[in-house]
C-alpha cells in the first residue's frame, strides 16, 4: 500500500504564535503519516523548543509541507530515505530531537497506521551496486534499509551464515528469528521475504502484469498450451516473476536463487499462494545435495515450484541430468521460456539460456538489462546476435536444425537512473529444419 495524497494548507495569519499552530489546527485533509507527525508536534514536544528562535521562520511554513509518502508492507510501514530530511524546516526540527523523543515520534506514526497492521517502521534507501568494501552487492542486499521502530529480529551476519560459493545459508532458526513481511500485487499474488535480509521492487509489477497477459503489451509463446510449459527463472528472488508465470497456468518452474533469505521467502509464497515448492541445494561442486534419481522420484505434480538454492552457473548441468532422468521416467515438461531477471546485466546468463531451451522446438529467452536510452535499438541488435551465436553453438549437435534468434520485443518497464532504462528483450529461438540435409541423412 502506497499513499501520496494533497493537502490543504493552514490558513493563519502571520502574527499567530507559532507553538499555536499545531495545538488547534483546523480541519485538514492528512494523510496518516502526516497526521501522525502533526500530533507528535502537538503534544509530545515541548513549547520551548517550537518557539527556538532557529525554527521561528521555518515552522510557519511546516503544516502545509510534511512528508506524505509512505509505503505499508504488513505489518512494517517503509519510508523514503529524506522523510526526516525535507522539507528543511521539518529537517531542523527532526535534527533537534533526542533519541528518546525519536522514539515517541515512530510510536505516534505506528499508533496511527495500527489500524492496517503496522507494528513496525523501517527507513529505505536506494538499493547500491557495491557493498561498503567496494566489492559488487551480488545478493541485491538491501544495505540501506534502516529499522526504526520494531523488534527486526536477531542479526546474522554473513560471515556467520555464507557458504563457500558465496550463497546465504541461514539456519532454520535463523528464518524462525527473522521478520518478515509481505504484500499482495497482480490479482491477488502475495508474495514474502525478510526486509533485512532481501529486497522487493514493487516497480516491476507492470512486467509482472506482461507475464500474466494483462500488459498493454503481449507476452508471446504463453497463449496456446500453457499447462504443458515448463519455465526456468535463473535469478528466482522472492518469486517477482515465477509467482507471474505460475499464476498464468504454466506447469512448473523451475527457479534458481543464490541467496537463502530469498529461497526462504520464496518458499512461503508458495504456501501462501497455495502452490506445491520443493526445494533442494547445490553444493559448490554443481552436484546437488541429494542423487538427481532420488530427487526426481520424490517429485509430484502439484510440486508447481522447484527450487535450486545454489549458483546458476551450474543451471545448465543439473537441468540437463534431471531432464534425463524424468524423460526417462516420461515425466518432462518441454522448458519454453527462460527468464533472466537479473540487473544491471544477465549476460553471465545467456550460454545457460540457450542450452537449457528446448532444442527441437525452440522457445523464448526474456533479457533483464538497463540500457542507456538513447542506446536501446544498438542493443536489440547486439543481444539478438550474441543469443543466436549461443543457441547456434547449443544446437551445433544436431545438424539438421537450423537455429535463429529474433528479439520480438522491448519492454521498457522502467526508469533505472537518469538517461538509463530497465529494458526486458524478448527473443524467440527457432529452429528450422533444413530439408536438403535431412534427405542427405
Known amino acids: 500500500m502506497e499513499c501520496e495524497t494533497s493537502i490543504t494548507p493552514y490558513l493563519t495569519s502571520p502574527k499567530q504564535h507559532l507553538k499555536s499552530l499545531p495545538k488547534h489546527p483546523p480541519k485538514q485533509n492528512l494523510n496518516p503519516l502526516q497526521k501522525a507527525i502533526q500530533e507528535f508536534i502537538a503534544t509530545h514536544l515541548p513549547p520551548s523548543l517550537l ?64 489500524r492496517f497492521g503496522v507494528t513496525h517502521i523501517a527507513m529505505n534507501a ?46 532454520e532458526a535463523d528464518y524462525k528469528g527473522a521478520f518478515w513481511v509481505s504484500t499482495v500485487q497482480n490479482h491477488g499474488i502475495v508474495q514474502i521475504w525478510a526486509p533485512v535480509y532481501t529486497m522487493f521492487s514493487r516497480g516491476n509489477i507492470t ?11 503481449g507476452f508471446e509463446g504463453l497463449d496456446e498450451g500453457i499447462g504443458d510449459v515448463a519455465v526456468v527463472d535463473m535469478y528466482a528472488g522472492i518469486g517477482y516473476f515465477a509467482f ?5 497456468g504454466v506447469k512448473r518452474v523451475w527457479g534458481w536463487e543464490i541467496n537463502g533469505w530469498s529461497v526462504e521467502g520464496l518458499r512461503r509464497g508458495c504456501v501462501e499462494n497455495g502452490w506445491g515448492c520443493k526445494v533442494v541445494r547445490v553444493q559448490s561442486d554443481g552436484k546437488l545435495s541429494v542423487r538427481v534419481s532420488e530427487f526426481v522420484d520424490a517429485l509430484f505434480d502439484t510440486d508447481r515450484v522447484v527450487i535450486f538454492h545454489g549458483d546458476n ?20 515438461t518441454s522448458i519454453k521460456h527462460v527468464n533472466l531477471g537479473l540487473l544491471p546485466s544477465s549476460s553471465s546468463s545467456w550460454d545457460n539460456a540457450c542450452k537449457i531451451i528446448d532444442k527441437r522446438k525452440g522457445g523464448w529467452v526474456h533479457v533483464h538489462e538497463n540500457v542507456n536510452v538513447e542506446d536501446i535499438e544498438e542493443k ?29 520485443h522491448v519492454e521498457q518497464v522502467k526508469t533505472y537512473a537518469p538517461g538509463v532504462m530497465h529494458c526486458v528483450f524478448d527473443l524467440k529461438l527457432s529452429t528450422s529444419h533444413d530439408k536438403s540435409e535431412s534427405n542427405i541423412s
Not at 61 to 78: D, V
Not at 208 to 217: M, V
Not at 313 to 332: I, L, P, T, Y
Open 380 to 408: 536489440r541488435g547486439e543481444i539478438a546476435a550474441k543469443l543466436e551465436r549461443l543457441w547456434n553453438r547449443s544446437v551445433s549437435r544436431t545438424p539438421i536444425i537450423k537455429p535463429s534468434a529474433e528479439c520480438r
Open 207 to 217: 512486467e509482472k502484469a506482461r507475464i500474466l497477459g494483462h500488459g498493454a503489451s
Open 244 to 248: 507471474s508465470y505460475l499464476k498464468r
Open 51 to 114: 518557539s527556538h528562535s532557529q525554527h521561528a521562520l521555518s515552522l510557519s511554513k511546516l503544516a502545509c509541507s510534511l512528508p506524505k509518502r509512505y509505503t505499508i508492507y504488513e505489518p512494517m510501514l517503509l519510508l523514503p530515505f529524506n522523510v526526516f530530511t525535507y522539507p528543511p524546516a521539518w529537517g531542523l526540527l527532526y535534527n533537534s530531537l533526542d533519541n528518546s523523543q525519536r522514539q515517541v515520534l515512530y510510536a505516534t506514526i505506528t499508533n496511527e497506521f495500527s
Open 126 to 171: 536506494p538499493i547500491i551496486l557495491t557493498d561498503p568494501q567496494g566489492l559488487e552487492n551480488r545478493m541485491r542486499s538491501p544495505v540501506g534499509l534502516i529499522p526504526l521502530f520494531g523488534d527486526f529480529g536477531p542479526t546474522v551476519f554473513e560471515g556467520d551464515s555464507e557458504s563457500e560459493n558465496g550463497s546465504a545459508q541461514p539456519s
Open 313 to 332: 552457473r551450474f543451471a545448465a548441468d543439473v537441468m540437463g541430468e534431471v531432464q534425463g532422468f524424468m524423460e526417462s521416467r516420461r515425466c518432462w
